[in-house]
């Protein structure tokens, strides 16, 4: 299962972005699509995730960032509003589930997409 994130590039503080993720290959069923980011030198943070039973936030996008999906797409989209110079990160779409209906499972990251905030 292969998946492409589109949707960084360069925003001024306070600005808006909309990051999509497609999720395509042998997809049977997807059970969790998220977005985590990563600076140089630090670990990968989760950003944001959604499965059936809701969604969850890191604690820095709470009230700002959006993320939702479109099932019948295998995409998922995370709204980011009220940018700020440390959300200059790149971003990672990430998802998992099922690839056919033997459950037969994957984990996939996507190839990251950059989001630059200016101050």
């Known amino acids: 299962v292969q998946l492409q994130a589109s949707g960084g590039g360069l925003v001024q503080a306070g600005g808006y972005l909309r990051l999509s993720c497609v999720a395509s290959?042998?997809?049977?069923?997807?059970?969790?699509m998220g977005w985590y980011r990563q600076v140089p030198e630090k670990s990968r943070e989760l950003v944001a995730l959604?499965?059936?039973?809701?969604?969850r936030y890191g604690d820095s996008v709470k009230g700002r960032f959006t993320i939702s999906r479109d099932k019948a797409k295998n995409t998922a989209y995370l709204q980011m509003n009220s940018l700020k110079p440390e959300d200059t990160a790149v971003y990672y779409c990430?998802?998992?589930?099922?690839?056919?209906?033997?459950?037969?499972?994957?984990?996939?990251w996507g190839q990251g997409t950059l989001v630059t905030v200016s101050s």
């Open positions: 990430n998802a998992d589930g099922f690839k056919d209906s033997d459950y037969n499972s994957f984990d996939s």
């Open positions: 290959g042998s997809v049977f069923r997807v059970n969790v």
């Open positions: 959604i499965t059936d039973a809701g969604t």
